[in-house]
């Protein structure tokens, strides 16, 4: 059974960096063709693909946000981080863990975690 | 980046209606095209993907057409369930996409 949960601060300050770490199960990301990807939504608003890493090492990330994100695995743990730097209130927002496997969309999400960027 | 865009943005309906959002891509994305449903609250729920494939256990009043650039998401006959916003979303670029959502509300 494939599970994702994202862990992390519910709320920052403007200008601190985000630590998130989605803790998986049911798969590893040594497979070949397994990515973990990291989307968010802004309350009321559309989902936002931020960053994605894959079984191989290679990383990917958003063409706006690329300057502040950073990606990395820990296979031995089941865990992908995501860390943004520079913090604003327009990054409050639910962020999700989706995995997905190369030429696949798949429909494993984790339940998402609230991120409030204020002073 | 390419561009996903919705339409419309808002959708009146009863139930029983037939409904039919729109989602253009600003190049082909092939067929490499998926449907989200997303409730209040709740984690988006993949309906369809390569534009035309139904996920198990959607139901079959759910379809998907289209390639290129334009597809299309119809429910023949609208449910209560079924009042949510959906997402069109592109996965032919590792840069994934989404539309703006389209919000089915109860007329």
């Known amino acids: 059974q494939v599970t994702l949960k994202e862990s992390g601060p519910a709320l920052v300050k403007p200008t601190q960096t985000l630590t998130l770490t989605c803790t998986f199960s049911g798969f590893s990301l040594t497979t070949t063709g397994m990515r973990v990807n990291w989307i968010r939504q802004p309350p009321g608003k559309a989902l936002e693909w931020l960053a994605r890493i894959d079984w191989d090492d290679d990383e990917f990330y958003s063409t706006s946000l690329k300057t502040r994100l950073t990606i990395s695995k820990d296979t031995s743990k089941n865990q992908v981080v995501l860390k943004m730097t520079n913090m604003d209130p327009v990054d409050t927002a639910t962020y999700y863990c989706?995995?997905?496997?190369?030429?696949?969309?798949?429909?494993?999400w984790g339940q998402g975690t609230l991120v409030t960027v204020s002073s | 980046d390419i561009q996903m865009t919705q339409s419309p943005s808002t959708l009146s309906a009863s139930v029983g209606d037939r409904v039919t959002i729109t989602c253009r891509a600003s190049?082909?994305?092939?067929?490499?095209l998926a449907w989200y449903q997303q409730k209040p609250g709740k984690v988006p729920k993949l309906l369809i993907s390569?534009?035309?494939n139904l996920q198990s256990g959607v139901p079959s009043r759910f379809s998907g057409s289209g390639s290129g650039t334009e597809f299309t998401l119809t429910v023949s006959s609208l449910q209560p369930d079924d009042f949510a916003t959906y997402y069109c979303q592109q996965y032919y670029t590792y840069l994934w996409t989404f539309g703006q959502g389209t919000k089915v509300e109860i007329k």
């Open positions: 190049q082909s994305v092939y067929s490499w």
């Open positions: 390569y534009a035309s």
């Open positions: 989706v995995r997905s496997r190369d030429g696949y969309i798949e429909d494993y």
